[in-house]
């Protein structure tokens, strides 16, 4: 896809690029500042299965690549980016193709979660996937009503969990509206997957909820190595790097690709400030 100059600014605010090379080139800028990486071709509602091996594809080069340059990340998919719309449920193939050959150099793979529609089927996947591999990371969004069963279910069977505060747009009965109410649930995930989780990711760039987990992590005696924070790229950079000089993990979701614009719509539609910063950069006053 051919950008102007102004797209470009606009898209590498959020997106490390196009290429996978730009993103493997992001990858060791963050381990020269000590920070982790989960690397994400970007893509999703596929509505071909010849787009959904691509998307396959795409994540095991990624894999290879890592793998040839020594660097220490996990990889991150989309279930809809595999097939997930499609009648044929090959989906659970291909993310058992990834999951599959991710294992064979001991890395995790994080299974991202997309809107509640997918939530029971990309969690009923990774729960398999962990059965077989051992290496899958859950996502739970703590703005929807349904979680608390789900991180219990997922405690219980030992599966690591990311937890986000969750970006879609969702009604009412499944989600909370109000921010407080979202952030109270997130406290309250947070809280259970400290007490019975398996190595949580606390992944928020809300400060306050960063120095409750460390508190909580200290009250609990864990070590900087039994959980980590995860946050987006280019998002609280100053943030990422107090905390590891702090002692602390931190993994950077990088995202590349050439279907970024929803994955950058979801950024923007997270703070009013950045749809100032894209529109100055359109116009570029
Ligand atoms: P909140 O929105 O309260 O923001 C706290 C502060 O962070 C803001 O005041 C601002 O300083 C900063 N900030 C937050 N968003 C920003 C932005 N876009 N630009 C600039 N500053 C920003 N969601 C999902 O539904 N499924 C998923 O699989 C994932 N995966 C995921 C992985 C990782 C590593 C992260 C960090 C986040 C996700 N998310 C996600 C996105 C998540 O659900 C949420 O939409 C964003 O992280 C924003 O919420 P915060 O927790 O940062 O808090």
Redesign the pocket.
Known sequence: MEESGGGERIRSR?VAGQTLGEAIAACRELRAAGILA?LDHLGENVTTEADADRSLGAALTALGELDREGIAATI?VKLTQFGMDLDAGLFRNRAEALAGTAAASDRRVEI???SSRYTAATLEVAGRLHGMFGNTRA?I?AYLKRSAGDIDRLNSLGIPV?L?????LEGPEVAFAA?TDV?AS?RRLMGELFRRGSSP?I?????A?IDEAIALASAKGLRPEDFEF???Y???RELQQRLVSRGYQV???VPYGEAWYPYFM???A??P??VWFAIRQITGE
Do not use: P, W
């Open positions: 959020f989960t991150s991202d979660m997309e996502v969004q990311r986000c505060k969750g970006a879609y921010k952030d997130y990711a992944a928020t760039h809300d400060e909820i995860q946050m987006l280019g998002v609280r993994r950077v979701y979801r950024r923007l997270e703070r400030a950045n």
